[in-house]
Structures are given as structure tokens and as C-alpha cells.
């Protein structure tokens, strides 16, 4: 059976690389694309492969006017919350790309999507090898209970800390210990320099010109400490078949599933 999408973002660069690929494959097929500034365009000719005879929309609710099974949403922070309610509230799917929401944002969307029993996964980063960078902390932290992140982005990204470092760091609530360092209502001087609570874990955010998305988790231990690093190129095509594995997979369940490592078997 072929599964049809709806590509959110279309005109970015996330959304042009998914329509890249969507259009090779046999099991998917791409029925609506959005995006304001390329609306009224073939989504193929905007791709860069020629056209493929699906015009882009302006607004999502337009989108959804065609027989789809799926939104997959690369818009922006601001907007992807409204569109995820949207395409459940009309029985479809949804795979969220976007990063910058809240938990309570997540909290949201699972009730909805329960309520009208689809499916939806999100994830702060549908890199593989960043899931393997989740994979790889969450264990190391059973049995470390200091750990902290750093994010690093570029000057221009405006969401933090990183989709990536926030959801790590919700993540690690659920499996590590208490932190040996002192608290931070303890200390003295300029506290915010310890960086973000989030979920427990403290969370730096760099944004700097010169560096591209990165995201290191660091652990501690008296008299030695582990450091897993994560960085990718500034690529769209890294998160596209995470992206596809949890688009061919998000139907079979109800509710919200967070991180790429929920469809990885």
C-alpha cells in the first residue's frame, strides 16, 4: 500500500530534500506540500527534480483538502503546534520535524492524537547517528549520575536550547542518578553560568558564527570522565531517512512517540 504524504516546509531545505527523496521511492507518494512562499508552484519544480504535478499550498488546511494519510512538518516552532492539532483533528498522522516545543507543547499534541486515535512521532533531530549519540548517553547514564550538555549552533538559530539537547535532557530524567556537583541555589556569584534546568540536567547553549549544529553530552566520575560527541555538516539530507523510517512507521500506533530511536529496530 502506498502511503501519501503531506510535506510542511516544503520550500526549505529539509522539505526540499524529503521531496527529493519521496519522489524515488515506490511506497510513498507525495499528495500536498505547503509553503507561503512558494505557493501556487509545482513542489517537484521548487525540489529542484521537474515537476511532479502536486501544486504547493499556501496554508496546511489547504493541503489537507487532498486524500493523505500523513503531515510530515519542517515549518517553524511557532507554527507546528497548530499544525499538528490540525492534521489530528482530521484523522491524519503526524511526524514532526520541528524543533523548539515544550514538553507541555508534547503534552498537547499526545491528548489530541489520543484522542482522536492516530499516530504522531516527533523528534528534536532525525539524524540516525544523533539518535545513536541519545542511545549511547541514556545508557552511560545509568551509571553516571553527573552528566551535562553542551549544544552548539550556529549565531542564527534562534530556538534553545537545541531540539536535540532538550529532549536528550528529558530523556535522561527517566534513568540517571542525582548529581554529585553543588546545587545550584548553593552557590555563589553569577549562577546562570551553570547553564539551563532542564528536566534536572544542566543544558549550555552556544550561539556563535564559525560553528555548526554539535551536541555533546559530558559525564563524570572521581578521577575520570566520558565525553560522546555528536556533529553533522550543514545538510539537509541527514535527517531525511529518519524522517521516512518514522513516516512508514507512525500509523501503527496511537498517541506520540518521541525520538528516532522509537522506530529504529
Known amino acids: ?14 522539505g526540499k530534500a524529503l521531496i527529493q527523496r519521496i519522489a524515488r521511492e515506490s511506497d510513498l507518494a507525495l499528495v500536498g506540500a505547503v509553503s507561503r512562499n512558494a505557493a501556487g508552484r509545482d513542489a517537484g519544480e521548487v525540489a529542484g527534480i521537474g515537476p511532479l504535478g502536486v501544486t504547493i499550498s499556501a496554508s496546511l488546511d489547504q493541503a489537507m483538502a487532498a486524500d493523505a ?12 503546534k497548530a499544525h499538528a492539532l490540525s492534521a489530528i483533528a482530521r484523522k491524519l498522522a503526524v511526524v514532526i ?51 551535562e550538555i553542551i549544544d552548539f549552533a550556529g549565531a542564527a538559530k534562534p ?39 532542564v528536566a534536572g540536567t544542566r543544558v549550555h547553549s552556544v550561539r556563535m558564527p564559525g560553528y555548526l549544529l554539535s551536541c555533546e553530552v559530558l559525564l563524570g566520575l572521581p578521577d575520570e570522565r566520558l565525553s560522546i560527541r555528536h556533529d553533522s555538516m550543514p545538510s539537509p539530507h541527514i535527517y531525511v531517512a529518519g524522517t521516512l523510517m518514522a513516516a512508514r512507521r ?9 525520538g528516532l530511536e522509537t522506530v529504529m529496530s
Open 97 to 147: 520535524g520541528t524543533s523548539g516545543l515544550t514538553a507541555a507543547d508534547y503534552a498537547d499534541i499526545d491528548a489530541a492524537a489520543r484522542g482522536a486515535g492516530v499516530g504522531v512521532h516527533a523528534a528534536g533531530n532525525y539524524s540516525i547517528t544523533a539518535t545513536l549519540l541519545r542511545r549511547f548517553a541514556l545508557e552511560a547514564a545509568k551509571y553516571v549520575p553527573d552528566v
Open 69 to 80: 494519510h500523513i503531515v510530515i512538518d519542517y515549518t517553524k516552532p511557532g507554527a507546528v
Open 250 to 258: 507512525v500509523r501503527e500506533w496511537t498517541g506520540l512517540r518521541r
Open 159 to 197: 530556538d534553545v536550547p537545541s531540539g536535540t539537547g532538550r529532549e536528550l535532557a528529558e530523556q535522561l530524567a527517566a534513568v540517571r542518578g542525582a548529581p554529585t556537583s553543588v546545587p545550584v541555589d548553593k552557590l555563589t556569584g553569577a549562577r546562570e553560568t551553570r547553564g539551563a534546568d
Open 1 to 14: 500500500m502506498t502511503t501519501r504524504l503531506i510535506v510542511a516546509g516544503a520550500s526549505g531545505a529539509v
